[in-house]
């Protein structure tokens, strides 16, 4: 890699964190920075990845087994990391991912209770040493998040969960935010968007006045 490689930032959080509404929020602080920021987003971002996030988001696949689940969120960050991510980064160009294996750790592992190593193993397989420079842990209450998430659309696979599937999820999150502190950042997404935005803007000019 050379001085000039692109930076990489992920953003996470359970259902209704408000992911959606901020990864636009942040494209625009890292523009308005000079940045050139190529958008994607898992399970999907390229056309092979969107194909198996319809097979691992829709329903006609409900009774899916967890590895098969895991393997396919693998198969789909595979081709996204090969066909946009890594080019990109080698090009310079900064890559915001909305979402990406801290997810597989927190769903898969967490929520499905997949041993990590296995997670580990595939993290390696497909991504060698790369790691996201930034993540943002967009972090609530569940009930909060999923009482949200409820009001936008009909509910996907995942949504259709327990409360119990997503307060694991939640908590292996926070346990990721706590052993990687300097990655992982929380943003108390409970809070009104201006103060949720506020503390992204801090974040996301730290990290680029001294991560870059
Ligand atoms: P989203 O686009 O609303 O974030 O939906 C993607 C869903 O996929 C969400 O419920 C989280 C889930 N997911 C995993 O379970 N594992 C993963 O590795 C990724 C990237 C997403």
């Known amino acids: 890699m050379t001085g000039s490689r692109g930076r990489f930032i ?26 050139e920021v190529l958008f994607t987003r898992e399970p999907g971002g390229t056309p092979l990845g969107e194909e198996v996030r319809q097979l691992l988001l829709g329903h006609r696949h409900t009774g899916m087994a967890d590895d098969t689940e895991l393997l396919l969120m693998f198969a789909a960050r595979a081709e ?13 160009i900064w890559v915001l991912c909305d979402r990406f294996t801290d997810a597989s ?16 193993q595939l993290e390696e397989w497909t991504q060698g040493e790369l ?49 990687q502190a300097s990655r992982v950042k929380v943003v108390d997404a409970s809070t009104p968007l201006y103060e949720v935005q506020a503390h992204i803007t801090e974040t996301v000019h730290d990290f680029i006045q001294t991560g870059s």
């Open 105 to 120: 750790y927190a769903y898969q592992g967490g929520g499905r209770g997949i041993d990590k190593m296995r997670i580990q």
């Open 131 to 179: 790691r996201p420079d930034l993540t943002l842990l967009l972090d609530l209450p569940v009930e909060v998040g999923l009482e949200r998430a409820g009001k936008r659309s009909a509910p996907d696979r995942f949504e259709k969960e327990e409360v119990r599937f997503f307060e694991d999820v939640r908590q292996a999150y926070l346990q990721i935010a706590w052993d």
């Open 80 to 92: 996204n990391l090969e066909q946009k991510i890594k080019p990109a980064l080698e090009a310079g």
């Open 10 to 35: 992920t953003v996470e959080g359970i259902e209704g964190a408000g992911k959606s509404s901020n990864l636009e929020f942040i494209k625009q602080l890292l523009e308005a920075s000079g940045k």
